[in-house]
Each structure stands twice: as structure tokens, then as C-alpha cells.
């Protein structure tokens, strides 16, 4: 009797499986007919730099999908799925869609319910029914195009709404298709939802938008934080999940701050989260430089007043080791503050300008490389430098720059200066901040020279300029312009060749002096130099009609003040 009904069910699976198979030809034709074009066309959108839907839905899935999604076997099937489904006996895999109530047909076999079920539980299924209605071979099924859903994106990103996604895609990538994030949204603090785990009330609030974040600390319980910074540098995939279909994205505002600051790889400004530990913003700002001091590590936090701070030494080491105890909480607000070891490959430069061989950076040692050493490492100056207007500028830093007393002059009206004031001004205006010092031409007569001589710094601007050989008289010459300088030659000399004093030319003339910017009475000034300038001033308008208005008028004031007092 048992061999019987074995027979009887062997005739009526090979009587059933007949047309199966002609079916499952045409299906095979079908499906390598679609993966012919879907390869076509996966191809055109590749070289238009298109979207991971390619062709006709099929999607490019990436290894860490693969990896974390379909070979986990945590895909959650639904409609739309599409598998291929090979039974023995079949020549080639029959396709198949998961239909909209959650069933897939297998040959043979019927109906399978696995709407809803992970991929694993999906194929332990099948497999049942396989077996329960067959129980001759086996079947394999095979995901071959997961289906494309809506997913609910609410909050702070450019187009909020309803965004096309699928099982093998980000958060990440579903936020970019949704515009991306708008300004001042969190980037740490976005949260997943299950719609099913929503009441009507929740799902009425979402709609109307997130107008506070009362509704967020409702649903921090059910729902999963994303944290996008923090997946950026550490790559863990749960911190940007895979989407579910049923999932609501939600991305509030930013709220709170950390730094990290100095010797840190990126330093800056990081979004807070609650529970977030020291080793979290090292994290953020991709770990210490290395070039760190590890004694020198302090986190500075606010107290609760909120208007002062206190300081706290932190073992950073320790924390990105993994101790606990030195891995403590942060508090909004809160800045690191890592220090570089003391002077760490300093940036000990000089830079020449000018008439020198090779001008640019040197490197020197500080305190032991000389002016003159620089010079000569440039190869010397040129022919046309001019040493008298040569000149060593020192860098300062912003508490030297700063002068109180000169700000505090500019507030008041110039009028209401008094002398010193007017004398304070006059200096400053005149100074030539952080200008050495130094004789270019002694220099270069005896190097030697310790005045002269002087250590460099780093930062200092050595500046030798071309010489002209020109002096130029300029104001009320005749032929005002640049004379050819001439050795002995006097100021009359240079006002001579200049064609003489011009038109309501004044006799009082001034040398502005090219090295030191001095302005000297023309009597004052035993040797003209090249770049000095002559400078005739122009005689003053008088108006004569108005003066003897005035004496008149002082006269006519005394006249009145005599016969007051005669009378």
C-alpha cells in the first residue's frame, strides 16, 4: 500500500511539473530577456552618474548590505520582493513576486506566508510547505530585486515628505534624497520610529511637524538614535542603519555643543548628545595629534551659573584605552582643551625680500643665527640693493600691538587733546612698529659689528629694496620728478636740476629722509641720499582784504573800549 501511494505520488508530481516546466522556460526566457535590458540600462545610468536604481527597479547593493542585510538573513520580506525559486526537477528557477497580502507561490507546492518575515524565517517557510505538500526534493528561493517602499521623513531636512527607499539603503541615503539636511539640523540626535509602534495622536503630531521636542522624549523608548558625525569617523554601521520598511525618520534641531580644540586631528564645534563620554568627542575630533602633551589635557565646563567655568584634568590616554573611571560624562557645553608638547617642530623661520641672490624662507636656530648669517645664505645682496633703506621688521604678537592709551586717544575729539595727548599721538603715528634697529650699511662695512649684527628671530621680515639712485623733488618745483642721484650734491644742486622753485614756491623746504621717514629742515641736512625726498612747500594764500577787514574791526573794538572809559 506505501509503495503505491508513492508511485501515485511520484506520477502526479512528474503530470504537475509539465507544464511547470514550459512555464518555467518561458519565465527563464522572460527573466534573461529583463536582465539583458536591466544590464543595458544599469549600464547607461552608470555613465550618467545616475541614481542605485538602475533599469527597471533593480538595485545596485553594496557589500556591506549584502553583508549586513541580505546574507544576515535580516531582510524583511514584503510585497513587491522578488525571488527566484528553483525546484528539483526544474530545469531552470522559476520568478516569483511577493504579492500584496504577504503570500508567495511555489510550484507544486501553492501558497507560502511570508509578508513580514526575515529572510531566514522566509526560506524555513517555504521549505515547510515544500515538504508538507510535496515532501519528494527539495526548493531553494533566492531574492533576486528587494522591492522599493515609502518611507516618512519629517523635520529639519529641504523637502520633507514621503521619500522613495528599500532595505539595502541608509538613513544617510535616504535624508540625500530628501534634499539633505536644512541649517541647524542635528546631525547626532536623528531618530527611527516604527509607524506600528506609533498611536494616532503621535502619528497626527509628526504630521503637523516638530514644533518642540516633547514628542521626542515620548518616543526616545521606541525609537533609534542615528548619529551621522559619529558614523563618519568610526564607520559603525548601527549608528546609520539600514531602513525597515514601516520607518519614520525624524531629524530635530540642534541643540547643544562640545569642542575640541589645538593639538587634535579635526578640531571644532560637535553636536552634544545625551550620555555621550570623553572618548566620544575624542572620536568626533578623529584623536590627538602626535604632537600631543598627555599631561597637558584639561576639559573645561561651565558651572551653573553659566558664566564661569572650571577646569578639569582628564587622563585622554585612558579613555581611548577604554578605563571607565577615566572616560567621564559630558555636559553641554563642554571643551577640550588638548596641548601640544612644548615647542614641537616650531616654525623657526626668517623670510628675505628684495635684493638678495635667493630670497625666500630660511630656517635658523633662535638665538644663535646672526642678520648677516641669512644674508649670506642667501647668496648676498645684489647690485642694485640699497642698504640705507634696508630695514628688519620683527613679527609681534597681539599683546604687543595692543596699545590702550592710543585707542583711548582716538576716542576723543581732537580738540580736547591736551599737549601730552597731542604728543602721544604724534609718536605713534610716526612709529614704525616692530622695526629693528640696524645700520645696513655699518653692517655691511664690519660685519662683525654686535649692534649691527643682531640675533634674528622667528618671524622676522628682512626687507632690502632696489635702489632708484634717484632723489626726487617734489611740490613746487619747476620740472617737479626724480633726479639722478650725484655724489655731493646738495639740495640747491637737486632743486637746480629740477629747473628751479616753481610758481608761489616758498623758500621753506623739507628732505623727507628715505631710511628713516625724518622730515629735516633743508639747512639740517649735510648729505642728500638716494631715495630722499625734496619736498618745496607752496606759498600760503593770503587774503589781504580780509585781513584788513579784521584789523579794522579789532581797531573799532579798542576805539569803543577807550572812549568807555575816558567817558
Request: charged share 25%; aromatic share 8%.
Amino acid at each position: 500500500m506505501r509503495i503505491r501511494r508513492i508511485a501515485l505520488v511520484a506520477v502526479c508530481m512528474w503530470a504537475s511539473m509539465l507544464p511547470a516546466q514550459e512555464t518555467g522556460g518561458r519565465s527563464s526566457a522572460r527573466v534573461d530577456g529583463r536582465a539583458a535590458s536591466e544590464s543595458q540600462a544599469t549600464e547607461e545610468d552608470l555613465e550618467a552618474g545616475g541614481d542605485k536604481a538602475v533599469g527597471s527597479g533593480v538595485l545596485l547593493i553594496g557589500m556591506e548590505a549584502y553583508r549586513e542585510v541580505l546574507r544576515s538573513g535580516q531582510y524583511l520580506v514584503g510585497p513587491g520582493d522578488r525571488f527566484l525559486i528553483q525546484v528539483s526537477g526544474l530545469d531552470a528557477p522559476v520568478e516569483a513576486t511577493v504579492l500584496a497580502e504577504g503570500g508567495l507561490f511555489i510550484p507544486g507546492a501553492g501558497r507560502a506566508q511570508v509578508g513580514g518575515l526575515s529572510l531566514r524565517q522566509a526560506r524555513a517557510v517555504v521549505d515547510d510547505v515544500y515538504q508538507r505538500y510535496v515532501q519528494v526534493g527539495s526548493v531553494a528561493i533566492e531574492l533576486s530585486a528587494p522591492r522599493r517602499f515609502p518611507v516618512s521623513v519629517v523635520g529639519l531636512v529641504e523637502h520633507p515628505g514621503i521619500v522613495d527607499g528599500s532595505g539595502v539603503e541608509r538613513v544617510s541615503e535616504l535624508i540625500r534624497k530628501a534634499g539633505g539636511l536644512s541649517d541647524g539640523a542635528s546631525r547626532r540626535n536623528i531618530y527611527i520610529v516604527r509607524a506600528s509602534e506609533l498611536t494616532p495622536n503621535e502619528i497626527m503630531q509628526l504630521r503637523r511637524g516638530l514644533q518642540d521636542d516633547s514628542i521626542l522624549e515620548r518616543l526616545k523608548g521606541r525609537a533609534r538614535r542615528v548619529d551621522l558625525a559619529l558614523y563618519e569617523v568610526t564607520g559603525t554601521s548601527d549608528l546609520n542603519p539600514f531602513l525597515v520598511d514601516g520607518d519614520i525618520v525624524i531629524v530635530p534641531s540642534r541643540r547643544y555643543i562640545l569642542r575640541a580644540i589645538e593639538a587634535v586631528r579635526r578640531g571644532g564645534t560637535y553636536e552634544y548628545v545625551h550620555g555621550d563620554r570623553l572618548s566620544d568627542l575624542i572620536a568626533l575630533a578623529m584623536g590627538p595629534s602626535s604632537h600631543y602633551d598627555a599631561n597637558n589635557v584639561y576639559l573645561f565646563r561651565y558651572t551653573h551659573s553659566g558664566t564661569q567655568h572650571e577646569r578639569i584634568r582628564v587622563d585622554m590616554d585612558a579613555a581611548i584605552a577604554g578605563d571607565a573611571a577615566a572616560d567621564i560624562s559630558l555636559e553641554p557645553g563642554d571643551w577640550l582643551v588638548v596641548k601640544s608638547r612644548a615647542n614641537f617642530q616650531r616654525q623657526s623661520t626668517v623670510r628675505l625680500i628684495g635684493e638678495v641672490e635667493y630670497a625666500g624662507f630660511y630656517v635658523i636656530d633662535d638665538g644663535v643665527t646672526r642678520l648677516r648669517d641669512v644674508i649670506d645664505l642667501a647668496g648676498g645682496i645684489t647690485e642694485l640693493a640699497s642698504l640705507p633703506k634696508a630695514r628688519i621688521v620683527r613679527e609681534l604678537d597681539d599683546e604687543e600691538q595692543l596699545d590702550p592709551e592710543f585707542e583711548r586717544i582716538l576716542t576723543i575729539p581732537p580738540a580736547a587733546w591736551s599737549e601730552e595727548e597731542k604728543q602721544y599721538f604724534n609718536m605713534r603715528s610716526r612709529e614704525k612698529r616692530g622695526q629693528m634697529v640696524v645700520d645696513f650699511v655699518a653692517l655691511f662695512a664690519d660685519p662683525m659689528d654686535p649692534e649691527q649684527n643682531i640675533f634674528v628671530r622667528p618671524g622676522d621680515v628682512i626687507v632690502i629694496p632696489s635702489s632708484l639712485r634717484t632723489v626726487l623733488v617734489s611740490g613746487r618745483a619747476a620740472f617737479p620728478g626724480a633726479v639722478p642721484f650725484e655724489p655731493g650734491f646738495s639740495v640747491d644742486d637737486y632743486i637746480a636740476r629740477a629747473g628751479g622753485f616753481g610758481w608761489r614756491a616758498s623758500r621753506d623746504v623739507r628732505v623727507i629722509k628715505a631710511r628713516t621717514g625724518e622730515i629735516l629742515e633743508a639747512d639740517d641736512v649735510d648729505q642728500v641720499e638716494p631715495g630722499d625726498n625734496i619736498w618745496i612747500k607752496e606759498k600760503p594764500v593770503r587774503d589781504y582784504w580780509l585781513g584788513l577787514r579784521q584789523v579794522m574791526s579789532v581797531a573799532g573794538e579798542v576805539a569803543t573800549v577807550i572812549l568807555l572809559f575816558r567817558f
